[in-house]
């Protein structure tokens, strides 16, 4: 009889009915046998089974149990609809139903199970499944460590994390540790993003992926392309580092490091970072960024740089720091009609970018350089507006008045307004400076290079007049209403006065010391940025 609590009982008792049982030509049903009591040896023991069959005496000692079969080893239970139990192997092989419960902790369940119980290897086939309450890994095959409570399948799986699904060819679950390590065609599905990698470790109970391969992910707006670091799938916080790339529709950007935040937007970039508004053609160079992809700003410090690109030209602006942003332009219909890309986006507004640069300005192109103490560029009217002791230069041309405006047009220099105790000065020799002084100035660009400038409002002018073999004759002090200034490839051509000066011409060598510098005279050279690598590289 089964009600034994011992298998080497029942096995001895079967036995001596094993004759009459033939004779008849068919088996009595077995009674419930109850659970013995905890053995924590490697043996597997008989719980229940309705029928025991196919009973021999070979040297494999093979049993075959069937209807609702239940093996005991140490605490965890085996439970399928039929099983062969081979003890001189002792192993277990098992059909339909097959479901171990490891400590009420660990649950796994198959078609067909083949379980080794000397080293405790359960290979799981057939709508393999593994769950511990949470997370639920299914596998056409699995194989399951009940040592080390490690799972491993490598013909395709998937793990579902509340929301998320995972699937890869290949993977590793630590049961200990909630880990698992997915390897080739990685995908992870989610309401919030998608991730495709290669290889990736993900902690069921973090939700933490750390990335071990190139990896991209997907949130329907932002794009990130990472290599290195961490992406937590519940919040949307990622830590990257070994220059991942992260971008949308109107910006992209990198940097040695990257953290960034879905909820709030916020992205804080480290090193080397290079951030480009693709659409307006504007790039950011800086040590230390903070780019909001929802208000698409950036603010940069640690050696900043906007590069803004022109078709024949490129400026170049570096300050301490330095901030972007856009403002929305509604457009009137007269606008709408003569631009076809906003009206088939369905838009009724354009967004331009403006940059704000605050301390140590400097600005470098091939055709204008300049220095500030801070700056405003907006891409409303594409007008820079030096403040606080501004100075450019363009060729040998020293410009400057106390704030000054250059308007530019398709990001080359167009035209220049000096406010305000406007200067210009020309070095023409040794402590030789042709000068004009005004209240205001108006400057013109042709060809990308100085053209012409208009003196309003007491024009005060020092000039050294040449003969025709360029040799200095004398000097020239004169004060006029109105001053026209002409260039010629840059350089100071012709001096126009709208009305007959006043002044003094002195002979070269006879001029007074103090008469050779107009007030507010200030020569500073030094100031000048002589390329974009210094810029780059401040």
Not at 353 to 371: A, E, P, T
Not at 499 to 507: A, Q
Not at 525 to 530: A, S
Request: hydrophobic share 35%; glycine share 8%.
């Amino acid at each position: 009889m089964f009600r034994n609590s011992s298998y080497g009982i029942l096995l001895l008792s079967v036995i001596g009915a094993t004759t009459l049982w033939a004779a008849s030509g068919s088996y009595p049903q077995a009674p419930v046998v109850q659970r013995s009591q905890e053995d924590t040896s490697k043996r597997i023991h008989v719980v229940h089974a309705d029928k025991l069959t196919g009973i021999n005496q070979d040297s494999t000692a093979r049993r075959r149990f069937k209807g609702n079969v239940i093996f005991k080893q140490g605490t965890s239970f085996l439970y399928c609809d039929s099983a062969d139990l081979n003890e001189r192997k002792n192993e277990v092989e098992a059909w339909g139903h097959v479901h171990i419960n490891q400590d009420d902790s660990i649950h796994t369940y198959s078609d067909y199970l083949l379980y080794q119980g000397n080293t405790r290897l359960a290979t799981l086939t057939g709508n393999a499944k593994l769950t511990d309450t949470k997370v639920v890994l299914t596998s056409p095959e699995l194989n399951y460590d009940m040592n080390t409570r490690i799972g491993t399948y490598t013909k395709g799986g998937k793990l579902v994390n509340g929301k998320s699904v995972l699937t890869s060819q290949e993977g590793f679950y630590y049961a200990d540790t909630k880990d698992v390590y997915f390897k080739k065609n990685v995908v992870i599905v989610d309401p919030g993003f998608t991730l495709g990698t290669d290889t990736l470790q993900y902690n069921s109970a973090t939700k933490i992926a750390t990335i071990l391969a190139p990896t991209t992910i997907n949130d329907g707006k932002t794009t990130m392309y990472v290599t290195s670091g961490y992406y937590h799938t519940e919040t949307g916080f990622g830590n990257f580092g070994k220059r991942p790339v992260i971008e949308d529709s109107t910006n992209t950007f990198t940097a040695n490091e990257i953290q960034t935040d879905k909820a709030t937007g916020i992205s804080i970039a480290t090193g080397n970072m290079v951030w480009r508004d693709t659409a307006q053609k504007m790039s950011v160079l800086a040590n230390y960024g903070t780019v909001n992809q929802h208000t698409k700003t950036v603010l940069a410090t640690q050696k900043p740089v906007v590069i803004m690109e022109g078709k024949k030209d490129t400026f170049f602006v570096a300050s301490d720091t330095l901030f972007s942003g856009i403002v929305k332009i509604k457009l009137d219909s007269a606008a709408l009609a003569r631009d076809s890309a906003v009206r088939a986006s369905g838009k009724d507004s354009v967004e331009r970018r403006f940059v704000i640069g605050y301390n140590h300005v400097k600005i470098y192109s091939d055709s204008l350089q300049g220095v500030a103490d801070s700056l405003y560029y907006s891409g409303v009217d594409s007008i820079f507006r030096l403040y606080k002791d501004p100075v450019l230069w363009a060729n040998k041309n020293q410009l400057f008045g106390d704030t000054v405006f250059l308007f530019t047009k398709n990001q080359k220099a167009d035209r220049m307004l000096l406010d305000q105790n406007a200067f210009i000065i020309n070095e023409v020799g040794p402590e030789m400076f042709n000068q004009i002084k005004g209240n205001t100035m108006m400057g013109y660009f042709g060809d990308e290079k100085l053209d012409s400038m208009y003196v309003n409002g007491n024009a005060e002018n020092i000039y050294y007049v040449q003969d025709n073999d360029s040799a200095f004759i004398s000097t020239n002090r004169l004060l006029s209403a109105t001053t026209h200034i002409y260039f010629l490839n840059g350089e100071l051509d012709r001096i126009v006065f709208v009305k007959e000066p006043e002044g003094t011409m002195y002979p070269l060598r006879q001029m007074p010391q103090e008469q050779k510098r107009l007030p507010g005279f200030k020569w500073e050279i030094h100031r000048k940025p002589k390329s974009k690598y210094e810029l780059l590289g401040q």
